[in-house]
């Protein structure tokens, strides 16, 4: 091992932070979970990713790949292993102005994304949140405020570059190593190391973006209504609803309707929106025409000791799930509760075009517990009832929003088609597994 870390040494010109490291602290830990590695690596090149990769195959110590740091699962640091923190390969270039044509570093935000594509006239359907990690996002699915009308992110992915378990950088396309064009979208940070992707991305207005909020005890009908609507509203609008939120009063809490129109009419999104502030009494109304760029959010950063505990499904059964999730929402100590609208672009890609397999549901809902430890477990008899009852009326989970990394948590994200050819890309690209700090799909 120290001959391997003398020539990591000599190979890498980024930052290689080891325990006792003044920013060591800050190193190990990611947004929702810390840890205690034996390296953090800190690339400045794809050449120190090869590096890296290589050191962690050489030692056979556990490797997790940090894009953002906001997954759920904390799989962005671990104890006793490698990280690959790739926070200076974030880059944001228009390479094809007529293509529209977009090449991200793999350590970049969606935040910056924004930002840079701002000044075009661009922008990609992405998630919702500035400091969440372009390649979790991407290679996990991609469900943001423009999901409707323009996909998943991963649809709008054309080309991607990574570092495989030998080290190797690979470029993959629909045409160049497809199968593994395939698996990256959807199947999660098993096959490598993205060091940048390529987005087609499209010429976009400011949007109607903000929120209605009703009271609480109008829930079953306002959101029954909402799920109604669309069904049948224009593409441009995407909608997310949340409610029992502890920070507003957990069962007593609004339920908000977050709306996003792609579009800068004011006619053609009031026709849009309006159907929804009918169902019920507004106590707030603040949605105004506002710079795409300005939807995303910046993350809350957890306390010390503060903890979640998060699941995830999808559903076609709107009515039946809804009513469970509103007569949970009323109990003493409800989960925080929240609802995205599908459909759309998403639904009409076939479920076996990509690793992401769930393009015909209807809705993803989550459903969060936050506190201390002792808390969560507390907490945990009652959530599992919940979901029992939801079981014969929901499919799947996704993976951005889930905090376990269980078997189960793996076949309910990929099905049983979707996993066996996953398992057989994972054996030609990775067969000894280097990439397991994810929800692992095993070499076959």
């Known amino acids: 091992m120290t001959a391997a870390l003398n020539t990591l040494r000599q190979n890498f010109g980024g930052d290689i932070i080891e325990p006792g490291a003044a920013e060591y602290a800050s190193a190990a830990r990611t947004l929702l979970a810390s840890g205690s590695p034996a390296l953090v ?11 890296g990769v290589r050191y962690a195959a050489a030692t056979g110590l556990e490797l997790a790949v940090r894009g953002g740091g906001h ?3 904390g799989f962005g640091t671990n104890d006793g292993g490698i990280v ?6 974030a880059d944001v270039e228009v390479i094809d102005k007529d293509r529209h044509l977009v090449r991200i570093g793999g350590g970049a935000t969606w935040g910056q994304v924004a930002t840079a594509l701002t000044p075009h006239g661009l922008a990609i359907s992405s998630g919702d949140t500035k400091g969440v990690g372009v390649g979790g996002l991407t290679l996990a699915g991609g469900i943001g405020w423009k999901v409707r009308k323009r996909g998943l992110a991963l649809d709008n992915l054309v080309a991607a570059e990574l570092v495989t378990a030998d080290g190797q950088l690979t470029r993959t396309t629909a045409e160049e190593n497809p199968d593994l064009f395939w698996a990256i979208r959807g199947g999660g940070g098993n096959f490598g190391v993205v060091t940048a992707f390529e987005f087609t991305a499209h010429p976009t207005t400011d949007l109607f973006f903000g929120r209605i909020a009703f ?3 109008e829930a079953p009908t306002v959101l029954q209504g909402w799920a109604d609507h669309l069904r049948t509203a224009p593409e441009e609008l995407t909608s997310a609803a949340e409610f029992a939120n502890p920070f507003a009063g957990g069962p007593q809490a609004p339920v908000e309707i977050h709306v996003a129109y792609d579009g800068d009419d004011p006619d053609a999104a009031a026709r849009a929106i ?4 009918r169902l019920g009494t507004v106590l707030a109304d603040d949605v105004a025409l506002i710079p795409y760029e300005d939807t995303l959010v910046d993350g809350p950063t957890p306390p010390d000791g503060i903890h979640l505990l998060t699941r995830s499904a999808f559903t076609s059964s709107a009515p039946a799930v809804l009513g469970i999730l509103t007569e949970a929402a009323a109990t003493e100590r409800p989960p925080y509760i929240a609802v995205r609208s599908l459909g759309g672009a998403v639904s009409r890609v076939a479920p076996d075009a990509t690793a992401y397999a769930h393009r015909q549901a209807e809705l993803m809902f989550v459903t969060n517990v936050i506190g201390p430890r002792p808390a ?5 008899p009652a959530l599992d009832t919940l979901w029992a009852s939801l079981a014969p009326h929901v499919t799947g989970a996704y993976a951005s929003f889930l905090t376990s990394a269980t078997d189960e948590d793996v076949a309910a994200i990929y099905p049983p088609a979707t996993h066996e050819r996953l398992a057989a890309i994972k054996q030609q690209y990775d067969p000894a597994n280097l990439f ?3 929800h692992n799909i095993r070499p076959r």
């Open 436 to 438: 397991s700090r994810n």
């Open 71 to 73: 997954a759920f699962a």
């Open 215 to 217: 009271p609480a005890h």
């Open 274 to 277: 309006d159907p929804l502030r």
């Open 84 to 89: 690959i923190d790739l926070r200076a390969l």
């Open 376 to 380: 969560l477990d507390a907490a945990r």
């Open 41 to 51: 690596l800190r690339p400045a090149s794809v050449r120190d990713v090869q590096a």
